[in-house]
């Protein structure tokens, strides 16, 4: 499975999805933030779940229809709970 981490979320949680088999693209390590609609365009592009503590990708998403492949937006969780929270709904309800 194809995740895209968007920067806001803990590094950390690249590492563990990775370990854990998934193919994952963190944001942050690109050379510069192309903002929220180039980071939901890539994802859709590459095919990929993007995953961010970011409120204005769901209305890029709902609001304006931009096309996705998926949005996980992690509320409220210390940076270690981001990669269990995370981790538990790919393997429920993907």
Known sequence: MKILL????????????LAAGYD????GDWSEDPG???ILATAYREGRILVT???DF???AIVRGNPHC???RLVNLSPKEQFV???RVLQLYV
């Open 70 to 72: 998926g949005i996980l």
């Open 6 to 17: 968007d920067t806001c979320v803990w590094f950390g949680v690249r590492t563990n999805l």
């Open 24 to 27: 994952v693209v963190w944001s």
């Open 58 to 60: 769901g209305e890029l």
């Open 36 to 38: 929220d609609e180039e």
């Open 85 to 87: 929270v995370c981790l």
């Open 53 to 55: 503590l970011d409120k």
